[in-house]
């Protein structure tokens, strides 16, 4: 993270570089990204900007000199390839894992000030001397989440790491490492060579959003009194109702359905298994 940079237009963005080297949070890694997977991410992030979709933007790629050794299909054949450094942008970068590892640490001072720094910053419609700041915060990433994961639903897009580290509490699309553009609809369709067990096929992808909604949720226990954690339960279980609506209505809009109608789903539902078919 390089720091906070402010435009001619008053926005703020966080500029980070990706594939730079080491970090003291690189763990056992080389802190290295190659050139192919890096033209990837500048593509994409900035096509997932202009389909709507709220997303990290790329500023700028640089390619480097120095060479940097991958086993791109997990089969042992590691081979040299040509490093590359993206300046990429993001409103925040935090993400659910940055409050799971507080509370998994028992930083629980910390985790309180990191959370009132982030509401602070990017949900201004929530009062910081509102007792109920952590529910709000809560119920907010919950629909956001759930309307991001339908908009990805909605143009094919299959995230191929959708853990709780890859998962902005801004509800932004973030960490383009393996991902992929379903060509037809297939329910089972990973894009992660990785992924043997097809845990992040584009089909999961909602439940995913709701096991890492529920570790957030853990991860805020401990700042909630009972009567809160009781409501913070009731507003997950509405997620899947929340994801449903939103997709619904997306892919109404696509095929220009007007009103409401009982046979809309079910119409939505034929036409995708025709793709599948076909």
């Not at 959370?115 to 910081?128: R, T």
């Not at 908009?151 to 992929?180: E, K, Q, R």
């Not at 409401?260 to 076909?278: G, H, M, P, Q, W």
């Amino acid at each position: 993270l390089l720091g906070v940079y402010t435009n001619r237009h008053g926005e703020r963005w966080e500029l980070q570089l990706k594939g730079s080297g080491k970090t003291p949070y690189s763990r056992n890694g080389d802190g290295r990204a190659v050139l192919r997977s890096s033209v990837r991410e500048f593509l994409c992030s900035e096509a997932m900007h202009y389909l709507g979709i709220p997303t990290s933007r790329a500023a700028s790629l640089v390619v480097s000199d120095d060479d940097v050794w991958r086993d791109q299909f997990y089969n042992g054949n590691i081979k040299k390839e040509r490093g590359a450094v993206v300046l990429r942008l993001a409103k925040s970068w935090f993400r659910i894992g940055s409050l799971e590892i507080l509370a998994h640490s028992g930083e629980l001072d910390l985790q309180r000030r990191l959370l009132d720094f982030i509401i602070q910053e990017h949900f201004p419609s929530i009062a910081l001397n509102d007792s109920n700041r952590y529910l709000e915060f809560f119920s907010t990433v919950v629909s956001e989440t759930a309307n991001l994961i339908a908009l990805w639903m909605s143009v094919g897009f299959a995230h191929g790491v959708c853990n709780t580290d890859n998962f902005s509490l801004l509800s932004i699309t973030i960490d383009y490492g393996p991902f992929g553009f379903m060509d037809s609809y297939d329910p089972n369709f990973v894009p992660n060579t990785s992924d043997d067990e097809g845990r992040y096929k584009i089909g999961n992808q909602a439940n995913v959003g709701l096991f890492n909604l529920s570790k957030l949720l853990q991860a805020l226990k401990p700042l909630l009194d009972p009567r809160q954690k009781q409501l913070a339960s009731q507003i997950l279980e509405g997620y899947g109702e929340r994801y449903y609506r939103r997709f619904t209505e997306l892919f109404k809009t696509k095929l220009g359905l007007l009103g409401e109608n009982e046979d809309d789903i079910d119409l939505i539902a034929f036409l995708l298994k025709v793709s599948l078919l076909c």
